[in-house]
């Protein structure tokens, strides 16, 4: 099991600004899960837990996490607290929220100074997913074994994606590609 709930442990550490953002970055987990990365994964919000987000973030230093993944929406400054403290790779997921529908998340997150970078992902789901796949190919640098799970993984998107062109093709009752 890749998840496991401390930080001695952990991979990856993984910072939502609020438990609404969970059902979101589930996609997240999901990845990592299925390539076998072990996360950490806690609730800590820039703005009003800033203390907590620091502490957390030494913590994680401390006990060997290699990367940090950031989810928020509004304001979005998590990743970029969390790039303030740490000279770890830091990948930051916008998410949506009203008004404005992650355009704010995406461009609080986005726009770093110079100096303090945040890789950021796509808002939402897409970002989610990817963002736990990113956080596995930076590891997989150091872990062989990790990127052939990585290129296994790819390898059976292909391959999904052949099956639906298939069927398809004999669903409209063309000939199979040559």
């Known amino acids: 099991m890749s998840k496991n709930g401390s930080p001695e ?3 990856v550490a ?5 438990d609404s953002d969970l059902p979101v970055m589930k996609k997240c987990l999901d990845s990592l899960a299925a390539l076998e990365v072990a996360y950490d994964i806690v609730v800590a919000s820039a703005h009003r837990t800033p203390g907590r ?3 957390y973030v ?3 230093e401390t006990a060997g996490v ?8 509004g304001a979005a400054h998590l990743a970029g607290a969390v790039a303030a403290h740490t000279t770890l790779p830091v990948l930051g997921v916008p998410l949506a929220v009203p008004p404005l529908d992650g355009m ?10 110079p100096g303090i970078p945040v890789g950021t992902l796509a808002a ?6 990817n963002a736990g796949i990113l956080a596995a190919q930076i590891l997989s640098l150091a872990d062989p074994a990790l990127r052939e799970r990585v290129r296994e993984s790819r390898l059976a998107m292909r391959e999904k994606v052949l099956v639906k062109n298939a069927r398809m093709r004999a ?4 000939p199979e590609e040559g």
Do not use: H, K, N, Y
């Not at 290699?66 to 929406?73: E, M, S, T, W, Y």
């Not at 939402?124 to 997913?129: L, N």
């Open 14 to 18: 993984i910072l939502l600004g609020s």
């Open 171 to 174: 669903e409209l009752g063309l």
């Open 58 to 60: 030494d913590r994680c």
């Open 124 to 129: 939402g789901a897409f970002g989610a997913t």
């Open 104 to 113: 704010d998340s995406l461009l609080a997150t986005v726009q770093m100074p």
């Open 53 to 55: 987000v620091a502490a």
């Open 66 to 73: 290699q990367v940090f993944i950031c989810a928020a929406g």
């Open 9 to 11: 442990t952990a991979q």
